[in-house]
Each structure stands twice: as C-alpha cells, then as structure tokens.
C-alpha cells in the first residue's frame, strides 16, 4: 500500500482573473469589444456586473442582455450588436459558457493524503497523489488510480477497481466487485453494487435468488445523490461512457446504459432494461423489466415503459403508457374537451327526451 504525505492544505484560492482577449482564445472563439477587459466571474444576466461574464442562449435571453451590466457576454454567432458591448461569439453559447464557468471555478485538485481515520485493508492498492479523507474503509484487493479523491465516510468493499482522477464525494459506498472507470464522479450517497431485487416463490414463501454479478461504470460518467445502480443477478449491470444520471435515479440489476445518455431525477430502470447511446430520459420515468430504449429516443418526464416495450430509435414519447408524443397531445387534447362533449351530450338527451314526450302526447 502506498501511503501519501498527510492532508489537507487550509490556503484559500484567490479569485481568478481573466481578460476576454484570453478566454476567447481558450475557447477558440472571436470577440468583439475590448479585449483587455479583466473579467473576475460568472453570472446570469439579470444579476452580472461590470466584472462578470454572461451569456445569451435565445431570443428573449437576446432581449434581456442589451440591458444587462455584465462586462461581457458570450453570444451566438449572429448575435446584433449595434451597441458595440464586449462580446465573444461562438456557436453554442451554453456549451461555451459551462466551459468558462470551469476556468473560473475550477474543481480543487486532490489534496494528496491519507486520513489518520481511514482503514485501508494491507491488500488494497493506492495510487500517487490519492486524497483519503476521514473514516474511509477500503477493502481486500481493491485498487483505487491516481489523483482520486475519496471523501468522508466512504465505503470501498473487496475487489473494487476505481480509475485515475475520480471522486468520490463523502459517504459513497461501492460494494464488492465494482470496476469505476476513470474521471468518474459519484455523489454523496451513491450506492453502486448493492444486490438486485430478486426473489423465486418457494411454495408459500419468498426465497433469494443469489445476486452473484457485477456493476462496471465507464469513463466519464457522472452519479447524483443518493442513486443506486444494483449488482447484476448474473454477469454484469453497465453504465456506459459519458453517461449521466441526476440525483435519486434506481437502475436495477442487470441493466445496460449506454453511452452519453442522461436521466433525470427520480427515474427507475426494472431489471434488465437495456437504453441504447444518446438517448434522454426525463425526470420520474418507469421502465417496465426488459424493455428497450433505443440510440437518441427522448422519453419525457412522468411517462411510463411498459415491460418489453421498445422505444424506437430517436422516437419522442411521453404519458403511461408512453407512446408518441403527437399521439399523447391529441389525446391530451381529447380529454380536455370532455367536459363540453358532456354538456352536449345532456342537451341532446334532453332535446330526445321532450320530442318523446310530444310524440307520446300526440298518440
């Protein structure tokens, strides 16, 4: 086991200052103004001042910036300027600026070290430059890569592999046989590789069914809190490259995530459910066991997958069941016109009925 120099330097960052003529540059963009122009962080429109940069993703945000005070604004490239205000121009100013708000904020670099507290098993193998912070277990044959940060109150079982340059925020717990990959970021209160919820009727009771797999997490990939990712009944549950999932997201056993996929918050996947590359899940979907997501479908929020359902590729689906989303609206609409329908309905019966009464008087 490799032990670091102790923890924990207590210097503050001094703020960062940056001229505009630099961070176009960084960002591979044109600017417009006056480039010497020191900028010392980031804000919204409504709230940035001189020293601050903003950015305009839309028409209306268009509108709101010619009145903004911020000291420069990222802009698209047709961006009007008739004022002659300090801008950079790029072609996606949201990407653009989520970039820069990283060159102003930069995340803190592991503070390498092991806590006194820490219990590291004589096995367990750990890289150069690893922050181990307070009352952290790691386990039998586990390797954790260099410049990781593992946080307060985690728990690493046995046989755990974690990539260089991931965190692990304080009380994230990976049980046995989990491979992170590398620049992997999981939130307090994750919990990767706790057994799938699998049970065999025995007669009169409920018996275990052995959860004997794993959970691999690729490059890249991002966990909110408290989002669990389940062991595999048998072979492996996968989260592929680049993925993200938001806080309070369940992905059961067995399931394969794939690549650059994002979902929502309060989202379950049911075992063995397999979403393809690209796709996007809103927030508070269900995915019934064995369905199938497919490359760049969109599944909005609130909408419900049946088991062995398939979302085709690049569909857009919404509502429970979920099913296009033009069909969803018409429906949608249907519905809303039902108390009219039942208005029109009662005339007409009463209409009926007064013609019956006339005819019977007649007879």
């Known amino acids: 086991m490799v032990l670091a120099q102790p923890l924990y330097d207590t210097n503050k960052r001094e703020a960062r200052r940056v001229r505009v ?25 409504e709230s940035a001042g001189g020293a601050d940069l903003a950015f305009v993703a839309s028409r209306k945000a268009a509108q709101q910036a010619y009145a903004s005070a911020a000291g420069c604004l990222i802009v698209p490239l047709d961006f009007p300027n008739p004022g002659g205000r300090t801008v950079i121009r790029v072609p996606e100013p949201r990407t653009a600026f989520a970039r820069a708000v990283a060159r102003f904020h930069p995340a803190a670099p592991p503070q390498p070290g092991i806590h006194p507290t820490a219990v590291i098993h004589p096995t367990a193998e750990i890289g150069t430059g690893v922050e181990i912070g307070p009352l952290v277990v790691i386990g039998e044959g586990s390797r954790v890569g ?21 965190v692990l925020h304080a ?32 007669g009169d009771h409920w018996e275990k069914f052995p959860q004997v797999g794993r959970v691999v ?3 890249d990939v991002e966990i909110g809190a408290n989002s669990c990712v ?25 399931c394969r995530i794939g690549r650059h996929v994002v979902v929502a918050a309060q989202t379950g996947f049911s075992g063995g459910v397999v979403v393809e590359d690209y796709a996007v899940i809103g927030g508070q979907v269900g995915v019934g066991d064995k369905a199938r997501i497919e490359t760049r479908a969109v599944l909005g929020s609130g ?57 019977g008087a007649r007879e």
């Open 21 to 45: 003529r630099e961070l176009a540059e960084w960002l591979a963009a044109t600017f417009e103004g006056d480039g010497e122009k020191e900028l010392t962080g980031v804000a919204s429109l």
């Open 146 to 166: 260099p410049r990781c940060r593992i946080g307060a109150g985690c728990r690493i079982g046995k046989r755990v592999a974690i990539g260089e340059d991931s």
């Open 171 to 202: 009380g994230v717990t990976l049980y046995d046989d989990v491979d992170i990959g590398r620049r992997v970021t999981l939130h307090s209160g994750c919990v990767i590789g706790a057994d799938g919820f699998g049970f065999v009727m025995a």
């Open 217 to 219: 997490i690729e490059d």
């Open 230 to 254: 389940d062991r595999a009944a048998l072979g492996v549950t996968w989260i592929g490259q680049g993925t993200k999932l938001d806080n309070l997201v369940h992905v059961a056993h067995n």
């Open 303 to 359: 909408c419900g997958v049946l088991s062995s359902k398939i979302i085709r590729r690049g569909q857009v689906v919404w509502g429970t069941p979920a099913r296009p989303l033009k069909e969803y609206l018409e429906q949608l609409a249907n519905l809303g016109r039902i108390a009219e329908l039942r208005r029109q309905v009662s005339e007409l019966l009463e209409r009926v009925r007064k013609l019956e009464e006339r005819g």
